[in-house]
T-cell receptor, first 112, second 111 residues
Framework: DGGITQSPKYLFRKEGQNVTLSCEQNLNHDAMYWYRQDPGQGLRLIYYSQIVNDFQKGDIAEGYSVSREKKESFPLTVTSAQKNPTAFYLC???????????FGPGTRLTVT | EDKVVQSPLSLVVHEGDTVTLNCSYEVTNFRSLLWYKQEKKAPTFLFMLTSSGIEKKSGRLSSILDKKELFSILNITATQTGDSAIYLCAGDSNTGNQFYFGTGTSLTVIP
């Protein structure tokens, strides 16, 4: 069963805590992306990775960190430095940066 | 500043109507324009357009790109309630490997 999985679907955290969102893919795609979606706004790019052990900041990387130790996995950590972390987070993959992106089911993070 | 603007922001139509969704873009070193359909959760890919004037078609959906005027349209004919969704447009740049998404058009099709 090929695809992109994100877990958990819903996540609740207290303010001041770091939290890590999982994104796993078995599509053998090189490129992986993290987006944040807020009501009334388009998807905004947080981080992206074109290849293992390499990643680049997107438009809103402050307060987030990522790693890409394996091709299949691109976890996103929302740190306590992120001022407004409550949002819907989407992970996407692409064969490489020349190809269309496919999205995981998303994780809705609520920080109180 | 790179940006993608979609219009209208929302649209309500009756089943059977034809709709046209608009997407204009300003993307440095533009490479391609993508359309996605987002229902409750994650967006699903519809079209990728790289060449001007060549229509892409999938069932009742079609899309075309105008690289001179920097816009794309997504047409849906004979709309059905299952077409109700947010339609996202994204511009792709070949520098920075970044996709720029519009805010989306929310389409509601009523029976």
């Amino acid at each position: 069963d090929g695809g992109i999985t994100q877990s958990p679907k819903y996540l609740f955290r207290k303010e001041g805590q770091n939290v890590t969102l999982s994104c796993e893919q078995n599509l053998n795609h090189d490129a992986m992306y993290w987006y944040r979606q807020d009501p009334g706004q388009g998807l905004r790019l947080i981080y992206y990775s074109q290849i293992v052990n390499d990643f680049q900041k997107g438009d809103i990387a402050e307060g987030y960190s990522v790693s890409r130790e394996k091709k299949e996995s691109f976890p996103l950590t929302v740190t306590s430095a992120q001022k407004n972390p409550t949002a819907f987070y989407l992970c996407a993959t692409a064969r490489d940066s020349l190809y269309e992106q496919y999205f995981g089911p998303g994780t809705r993070l609520t920080v109180t | 500043e790179d940006k993608v603007v979609q219009s209208p922001l929302s649209l309500v139509v009756h089943e059977g109507d034809t709709v046209t969704l608009n997407c204009s873009y300003e993307v440095t070193n533009f490479r391609s324009l993508l359309w996605y359909k987002q229902e409750k959760k994650a967006p699903t890919f519809l079209f990728m357009l790289t060449s001007s004037g060549i229509e892409k078609k999938s069932g009742r959906l079609s899309s075309i790109l105008d690289k001179k005027e920097l816009f794309s349209i997504l047409n849906i004919t004979a709309t059905q309630t299952g077409d109700s969704a947010i339609y996202l447009c994204a511009g792709d740049s070949n520098t920075g490997n970044q996709f720029y998404f519009g805010t989306g058009t929310s389409l509601t099709v009523i029976p």
